[in-house]
């Protein structure tokens, strides 16, 4: 399967003349878009931050493109020094959706408990284990913690248009799907705010409810302290 990192090393070692690895600020899922994604890479080529920007996306495909290109600090690591991470998921609520957005938003044309919704998103603000909200990773048996610092979870809607964004210090794979996909079983009356705090306390052993689809979720910005980061990829 194509990737944005294979296509990126695929181009970099082209230019290079020499193996290139690109270390991303996380993976996403296949389907799941990114309107911010960092990047980091060496070179040894001397070559100019706007015509190194310029060259890449003449040769990357029409659906990835370079917003901007810096220079970083040897030890700088996109994923290790990421303070925040923010997520939206889109969901479209009306009868018929646009062909059009097929691709970029989850299809809900079901009634919803809004109110119920952005009580149970509240509940997951705060310094949580999210064990109960992340899929099964190939890491699991290094034993690292699943707890996790949100700093903002909210629900809104406009016209036939909902969307869950959150905020946080970092997110296990699948997490914010899991979480929306939840938050979906809150609004149909299945699930409420205190099924939401139980599946937060540490080995209760359940999981939480299905998986939202991979269409609906953007990565929307990924944040650093000090200097900004280099950011030269978009998916």
């Not at 408990?113 to 149970?120: G, L, W």
């Amino acid at each position: 399967m194509a990737t944005v990192q294979g296509l990126l090393q695929d181009i970099l070692s082209g230019i290079e003349g020499a193996p290139v690895h690109v270390t991303g600020s996380g993976r996403t899922d296949a389907g799941v878009h990114a309107l911010a994604q960092v990047a980091a890479f060496d070179l040894v080529n001397p070559i100019p931050l706007d015509n190194l920007r310029r060259a890449l996306n003449r040769l990357l495909p029409h659906d990835v493109r370079i917003l901007d290109v810096a220079s970083a600090e040897p030890d700088f690591h996109p994923r290790h020094q990421a303070t925040a991470k923010t997520y939206e998921y889109r969901i479209f609520r009306g009868e018929v959706r646009s062909p059009f957005d097929r691709l970029y938003c989850h299809h809900h044309p079901y009634p919803l408990r809004v109110a119920a919704i952005e009580e149970a998103a509240r509940v997951l603000e705060g310094e949580h284990d999210f064990s109960a909200f992340a899929g099964a990773d190939e890491r699991d048996s290094l034993g690292h913690s699943k707890v996790r610092t949100i700093f903002s979870s909210t629900w809104t809607g406009a016209g036939d248009r909902a969307f869950y964004r959150v905020r946080g210090s970092g997110f296990l794979k699948h997490m914010v799907r899991n979480i929306t996909g939840t938050l979906l079983e809150v609004g149909k009356g299945n699930l409420d705010a205190a099924s939401i705090r139980a599946l937060l306390e540490p080995g209760h052993g359940r999981k939480a409810g299905p998986r939202a689809p991979a269409c609906g979720l953007f990565l929307v910005s990924v944040e650093y302290d000090g200097p900004e980061p280099p950011a030269p990829g978009l998916i």
